[in-house]
């Protein structure tokens, strides 16, 4: 049962109001105050008391000061709605009121059905609020619930290629309950020959071998308060360890778990070290530095701790280069998106930078990489640039790059000139997307049209063709069809023909009336039938 409070100086009207909300919303709305009063006390008394859901109030029933107790009521009490009556003369008060935050307004001395159709429009967003609230609830008990899902998630993006920023990990790190100090470093643990351990196990206990070893390293870690674990693989555990101060501190800790591992799960597992960081951003290199050397397990022997230092010790390059971004920016490049590219651009020339000395020849290895994957690329999305490539891009002056200056210049300059072409095609391309939507607008307004709907049809998004639509024609989408809509809308109610809402509203397609009564209240500052009865 929806609570209604309703607020006007006048008995007649409120009982109006009561034999209305009798006669139509017997089982769904029930008045629960009534004030007659202009008294702001007594208006708060009422509301603290009777806790309506709806408030139907005179928009000059506290003369200038209700606009304010409008505002106060949405701030403090955001679930409940209002409903603002007042007369043709309160037009500019009425509309103000929308923008202090009430639900919806109708003229005085309301008619039957129109206040029959506003009232259950809001009562229809008051219910829809209240079961949104109700899900947001259950969804937040859930969330509760799988809390230490998420945190294991944390972890895992931490370590993997997602890249933090460093005051978000510290804030995830807090709301986590995850204490670490540096310097840190990240092990991986994997089973030895897991496919033979697991061949004459049942499938459950195939999965209490990995979570007890779980268990061993994350108690071991707990007890020494050393650091954090999760199961990263059906095989794998990835470890966040902090304390040890140098590799030989790193390497001893590890053993005792090693060790622990073996005693209590009658299990040889192999461990590969990253390298000891200062700063949390550097985590998911130490992890893929781990991850890195156990590859060397079948050289080095199972049942072995190798650390990245003793098998690569020169490099420090391969785990820090953001490979990632090679993709991410020829796509970049190919949709046109200078900005983005050049962003992408300097992490990786940052990243080269950060690193030692350059191999002879790595540095224009990795730039002929990343144009010749542009061009790919662009042939594969079928844009025709094999006759003009090595116009934006110079071969030649590719290979005999020397310092990441000279290839950060030599891109910007490529990429620019190669984002305009992009643009100029993707330009040529949106105006026809455009012209289309236009042309079936103007003919099927009367439809249930949807952007969603012709963007598929044209071979791109709703976003896409939305954004083309409002850069182009300076107007939505939306817009361009309710103008269409209510022009043809305002064609009919001028007619001699004697036309309901329902079936003007039908005509130009809005199937719900109530909605069609808004979009037009909005936009001719009065209701379908008041303007036809302004054409007489």
């Known amino acids: 049962m929806v609570k209604a409070m309703l607020v006007d100086s006048s008995a007649d009207v409120v009982n109006l109001y009561k034999a209305y909300i009798k006669r139509s919303f017997d089982k769904s709305v029930k008045p629960v105050a009534v004030l007659h009063e202009a008294s702001i006390n007594k208006f708060w008394a009422a509301i603290e008391k009777s806790k309506p859901d709806i408030i139907i109030i005179d928009i000059r029933f506290f003369a200038l000061s209700t606009l304010r107790i409008i505002r106060e009521v949405v701030l403090s009490k955001p679930l409940m709605k209002l409903l603002i009556t007042g007369t043709y003369d309160d037009y500019d008060y009425l509309r103000a009121s929308m923008e202090y935050g009430a639900t919806d307004y109708i003229y005085k001395p309301a008619k039957a059905r129109e206040f029959e159709l506003a009232l259950g429009h809001i009562v229809g967003i008051f219910e829809e609020a209240v079961a949104r609230k109700a899900q947001d609830t259950q969804i937040l008990d859930e969330y509760q619930r799988d809390r230490e899902i998420f945190r294991q998630r944390f972890l895992t993006?931490?370590?993997?290629?997602?890249n933090l920023e460093l005051e978000e990990i510290k804030s995830s790190l807090r709301y986590f309950d995850i204490n670490i100090t540096p310097p840190f470093a990240v092990f991986v643990l994997r089973?030895?020959?897991?496919?033979?351990?697991?061949?004459?196990?049942?499938?459950?206990?195939?999965?209490?071998?990995?979570?007890?070893?779980?268990?061993?390293?994350?108690?071991?870690?707990?007890?020494q308060e050393a650091g954090y674990g999760f199961i990263s693989s059906f095989n794998s555990v990835t470890c966040i360890v902090h304390g040890p101060q140098n590799l030989e501190e790193l390497l001893d800790l590890c053993h005792r778990i090693k060790d622990e591992v073996a005693e209590r799960c009658d299990q040889s597992v192999t461990m590969g070290l990253g390298r000891l960081y200062d700063d949390l951003t550097n985590l998911r290199y130490s992890a893929k530095e781990a991850e890195g050397a156990?590859?060397?397990r079948h050289l080095l022997g199972y049942n072995s701790i190798i650390p990245i230092d003793f098998v690569e010790p020169e490099n420090h390059i391969t785990y820090k280069y953001p490979a990632e971004k090679e993709d991410k920016l020829i796509f970049a490049a190919v949709v046109g998106e200078y900005d983005h590219s050049i962003k992408l651009l300097e992490e990786i020339l940052s990243a080269l930078e950060k690193a030692e000395r350059l191999p002879a020849n790595l540095l224009p290895r990795i730039v002929m990489k990343i144009v010749i994957a542009i061009s790919r690329y662009a042939s594969e999305l079928g844009i025709d640039v094999e006759g003009r490539f090595r116009e934006f891009f110079n071969f030649g002056e590719i290979l005999a790059l020397k310092t990441t200056d000279e290839a950060r210049k030599l891109m910007q300059e490529a990429l620019w000139a190669f984002s305009r072409f992009i643009d100029a095609r993707n330009n040529e391309n949106s105006k026809r997307m455009v012209l289309a939507a236009q042309e079936r607008v103007n003919q099927y307004f009367f439809e249930d049209l949807k952007i969603g709907n012709i963007a598929k049809e044209l071979g791109t998004t709703g976003e896409f063709l939305g954004r083309a639509f409002l850069q182009m024609t300076s107007v939505s989408f939306k817009e361009y069809l309710q103008t269409k809509r209510i022009a043809k809308a305002k064609e009919i109610l001028r007619g001699e023909e004697i036309v309901s809402e329902e079936e003007v509203a039908a005509r130009v397609g809005y199937f719900d009336a109530r909605v069609f009564r808004s979009v037009f209240r909005r936009r001719e500052g009065m209701l379908p039938m008041e303007f036809r009865n302004r054409q007489g």
């Open 157 to 162: 993006n931490l370590t993997g290629d997602v």
């Open 191 to 223: 089973i030895d020959r897991f496919q033979t351990a697991i061949e004459n196990l049942e499938e459950r206990q195939k999965h209490l071998l990995i979570y007890r070893i779980f268990w061993v390293v994350n108690h071991h870690l707990n007890s």
């Open 294 to 296: 156990l590859r060397y």
